[in-house]
């Protein structure tokens, strides 16, 4: 399957969870997340602010706060699709924009990708070896290789497939966290 009818299949399924369902699930992820090395080491994050029907990162990113981590979220740039992550202290640091997604006003301080710990990257649809399928721009794929913090994905069971379509660009998650899985290379997910 091509990668525009895979986005496709996957975002319906997405759409078909209900809010309660969702929000469950969202929970179950979220605490699989936080008992993870990674999640209690890491002192800066970097993460996007998820719209319905992605996994919630509100919470997350609350979370992060209550625990003194510092939160960075990128700033997409169209022209030529590359992000810049901006520290964020509130929810009123970020703005509607591209894409309608909620990013940082550029009045706040950049985080270098050096100053970042973890970054949780989003996605569409992922294979148990890390590979993902983003929503098509290209940005996580120009930004990681420059990246040398830990990555992880979030997923429901619904995004999880066989395979996809890797081009060499491509950048591999290195642990992917389900409802019920907790999948790392090379990492201690205790």
């Not at 179950?28 to 992605?54: A, D, M, Y």
Request: charge should be negative; hydrophobic fraction near 30%; include cysteine.
């Amino acid at each position: 399957m091509n990668k525009y009818a895979l986005r496709k299949q996957i975002s319906s399924k997405l759409q078909k969870i209900d809010g309660d369902s969702h929000y469950e699930r969202s929970i179950k992820i979220h605490e699989s997340l936080f008992r993870t090395n990674v999640w209690k080491q890491s002192q800066s994050i970097g993460v996007t602010i998820s719209r319905t029907p992605e996994i919630d990162t509100y919470s997350i990113i609350k979370r992060a706060w209550l625990e003194g981590k510092k939160v960075s979220v990128p700033k997409c740039k169209p022209a030529d699709r590359s992000m810049i992550f901006y520290r964020i202290e509130s929810f009123n640091d970020v703005e509607p924009s591209f894409y309608g997604l909620l990013e940082p006003v550029e009045t706040l301080n950049r985080t270098k990708s050096s100053e970042i710990d973890l970054m949780i990257v989003p996605g569409l649809a992922y294979t148990k070896t890390g590979y993902r399928l983003g929503y098509g721009g290209g940005y996580y794929d120009r930004y990681l290789p420059n990246y040398g913090g830990v990555t992880l994905s979030l997923c429901f069971d619904e995004q999880l497939v066989e395979d996809l379509p890797v081009e060499n660009h491509d950048q591999p998650v290195e642990m992917l966290i389900g409802e019920d899985f907790v999948l790392a290379s090379n990492l201690s997910s205790d």
